[in-house]
C-alpha cells in the first residue's frame, strides 16, 4: 500500500511540476492570440511583415518600440515584443493591461475630434478588468482593478493622432479584486524562431521580452479581449482568447472512482495472497 501510495504521489507531484514549469516560460505552450489588423500588405514600412500581428495604424517599425503579440496557456497571459515592458524605451513609459470580458471593447479612434492627449479622462474604453503594474520595482507586481462605469478614470496615449490606442494608464477609481494579482513573470532575449516572429532592426535584432499575467481571477472558461500600449500610443496589441475551464463534476468523480476502485484492487490482491 505504501508503495502504491508513493507511486500516486509522485505521479501528482511530476504532473504538477511539469504545468508549472509550462506556465512559467516554455513557450511551445502558449498560443498566439493576437488579433492580426491585416494591414501587413507591402515589404517595408509601418504596414510591412516586420510589424507581424500589430493592429493600430500608424504604428512605428523598430523593434526598440515594437509590440508583437499576446500569447496564452490556460489561465496565463504573455505579452511579447521587443520594447522594454519593465522600463520603457526613451522616456516613454510602459503602461498597464486591459482586460474586455464582455465584448463591448472596441479598438478605433475615440477622441471624436476633442484632442485629449496625456490626460486622465473618466473613460474605460469598453474595458472591465485593468492589471495595475508596479513598474518601480525591480521585478514588477501587479494588482487587479474592476473598472466602473462612470467613475474610474484612465489616462490617454501622449500622441492625439494614435488615439485609437486608448487606454494607455490606469489612474483610479476601481474595485481592487481581493486575492487578483501577484509578480509578473519576465523573459529576455527570445528570438524569432521561438516565437514565430519576423521583427528586427539593426539596434535590437530579433531580440523580444515577454511579461506574463495570472488570469485565474476570471471565471474557468471566460472568453476575454486584452489590450496594451505604451505611454505615446505608436504601437499596440490586442489578443482574443479563453482562460482555462473548470473540470466539470462528472470527470472528477470518474477520476475519484478510478483512485478508490485502484485502492480496492490492491487491497483485494493483498487478502488473496494471505
Avoid at 504573455?78 to 516613454?92: L, P, S
Avoid at 474595458?127 to 474610474?152: E, G, N, Q
Amino acid at each position: 500500500m505504501k508503495k502504491l501510495l508513493s507511486l500516486v504521489f509522485a505521479a501528482g507531484f511530476g504532473f504538477l511540476f511539469f504545468s508549472s514549469n509550462a506556465i512559467a516560460g516554455y513557450l511551445d505552450n502558449y498560443a498566439n492570440i493576437t488579433i492580426y489588423d491585416e494591414n501587413s500588405s507591402t515589404s517595408s514600412g509601418w504596414n510591412g511583415p516586420q510589424e507581424d500581428q500589430e493592429v493600430e495604424p500608424g504604428a512605428v517599425t523598430g523593434q526598440e518600440w515594437d509590440l508583437e503579440g499576446f500569447y496564452a496557456y490556460e489561465s496565463v497571459l504573455a505579452m511579447v515584443g521587443g520594447y522594454d515592458f519593465i522600463d520603457g524605451e526613451g522616456g516613454v513609459e510602459p503602461g498597464d493591461v486591459y482586460i474586455d470580458v464582455d465584448g463591448d471593447a472596441e479598438y478605433g479612434p475615440v477622441n471624436n475630434g476633442t484632442g485629449y492627449n496625456n490626460t486622465e479622462v473618466t473613460n474605460n474604453f469598453g474595458y472591465d478588468y485593468v492589471l495595475d503594474i508596479d513598474h518601480s520595482v525591480a521585478t514588477p507586481t501587479y494588482s487587479v482593478f474592476k473598472l466602473i462605469d462612470d467613475t474610474s478614470k484612465n489616462i490617454t496615449v501622449t500622441y492625439e493622432v494614435m488615439q485609437e490606442s486608448n487606454p494607455w494608464l490606469y489612474s483610479s477609481g476601481g474595485e481592487e479584486v481581493v486575492g487578483a494579482g501577484g509578480t509578473t513573470g519576465y523573459l529576455t532575449g527570445l528570438t524569432n524562431d521561438a516565437l514565430g516572429l519576423v521583427g528586427t532592426d539593426a539596434l535590437e535584432g530579433d531580440s523580444h521580452n515577454m511579461m506574463t499575467f495570472d488570469l485565474s481571477f476570471l471565471p474557468g472558461g471566460t472568453t476575454y479581449t486584452a489590450h496594451y500600449t505604451m505611454e505615446c500610443g505608436n504601437d499596440g496589441i490586442m489578443g482574443a482568447s479563453s482562460t482555462a475551464a473548470v473540470p466539470e463534476p462528472a470527470t472528477i468523480f470518474l477520476l475519484g472512482s478510478g483512485l478508490l476502485g485502484l485502492f480496492g484492487f490492491r487491497k483485494k490482491i493483498r487478502k488473496t495472497d494471505s
